[in-house]
């Protein structure tokens, strides 16, 4: 009788032993499986040159960038001055600054200003293959636009920026 | 003998249980991305996001529901996200949509209506 019920524990041990090996071995052809067919749909470079435009068509009407009607509310959410859901504030970051000649005379920065280290990491020597499918979508462009800033229309470049982190 | 037998056929029905269980595990996390059903549902998640980004009042676009990326069984938004559902497989993390205007989505004969107003 003693040497029946040895026999069932050991029985049961060999079938735990058995279940943790499968599993094991079900994990790693999962993990080797899973990086076969890992896959990257990323849209955001595109997502951030329409939100670029948006903000723009926003701010600028009739080809002039009326800096004065701004207030300081404004200039600090940019996005509610343009009607978007505040959500965006969350995901998107977007600097409008305000050239004259090689000078910046103005600026307006809206939105998660954490994504400017994001980006940082990705141009620079600590980006890594693993963390590619991460990368915040970019956009960057320099436009000539006329400003009017007290009461005078002046002629002046602007740089705009938008980076838009990657979805989890 | 006998038993001995009945030992061995029972470690066999525990291992073809035990192999058949991950079989079914490995199918069941993997087929979403076999058969690309998830990475179509990314595209034209991706594809219908940057359609609203970049629409205007009054404009207003068709998904066929026989789609080419397959059958469209139900275009949801949701929370500033979309979410497609394609050949039966549903969209849990759906894809992020920024507009400044108010997106509606129109269940018709055939189609979705995507209006933006």
Redesign the interface.
């Known amino acids: 009788m003693m040497k029946k019920k040895g026999e069932a524990m050991g029985e049961t041990m060999l079938m735990m032993y058995q279940i943790i090996f499968v599993t094991f071995v079900a994990f790693v052809i999962l993990g080797v499986s899973g990086m076969f067919y890992d896959y990257t749909v990323n849209t955001r470079d595109s997502e951030s040159m329409l939100i670029a435009r948006t903000v723009m068509d926003c701010v600028i009407s009739d080809g002039v960038f009326d800096i004065d009607s701004l207030s300081e509310e404004d200039r600090e959410d940019i996005f509610a001055f343009c009607g978007f859901n505040s959500q965006i504030n969350e995901k998107v970051f977007v600097s409008l600054e305000i050239f004259d000649g090689e000078n910046s005379v103005d600026k307006i920065a809206t939105g998660n200003e954490e994504l400017l280290w994001v980006k940082k990491i990705y141009t620079s020597k600590l980006k890594t293959k693993s963390i590619d499918k991460y990368e915040p979508g970019y956009f960057n462009g320099e436009f000539s636009v006329n400003v009017l800033k007290d009461g005078e229309i002046l002629k002046r470049n602007m740089l705009v920026e938008v980076i838009i982190k990657h979805d989890e | 003998m006998k038993n001995k037998r009945g030992?061995v056929d029972k470690?066999i029905l525990?291992?073809i249980i035990?192999?058949v269980?991950?079989f079914t595990?490995?199918l069941g996390?993997?087929a979403k991305?076999?058969d690309g059903r998830?990475?179509r549902q990314?595209?034209i998640e991706?594809?219908i996001?940057?359609a609203i980004?970049?629409g205007v009042p009054g404009m207003s676009f068709e998904i066929s529901k026989i789609n080419v990326n397959g059958i469209i069984n139900k275009v949801n938004i949701e929370?500033?996200k979309i979410f497609i559902s394609i050949d039966g497989l549903s969209s849990f993390?759906g894809?992020?949509y920024?507009?400044?205007?108010d997106v509606k989505v129109i269940d018709e004969k055939g189609k979705f209506l995507v209006v933006i107003s």
């Open positions: 030992d470690s525990v291992q035990l192999v269980l991950v595990m490995f996390v993997t991305k076999i998830g990475v990314d595209i991706s594809q996001a940057m980004e970049a929370g500033g993390e894809h992020s920024f507009s400044r205007y």
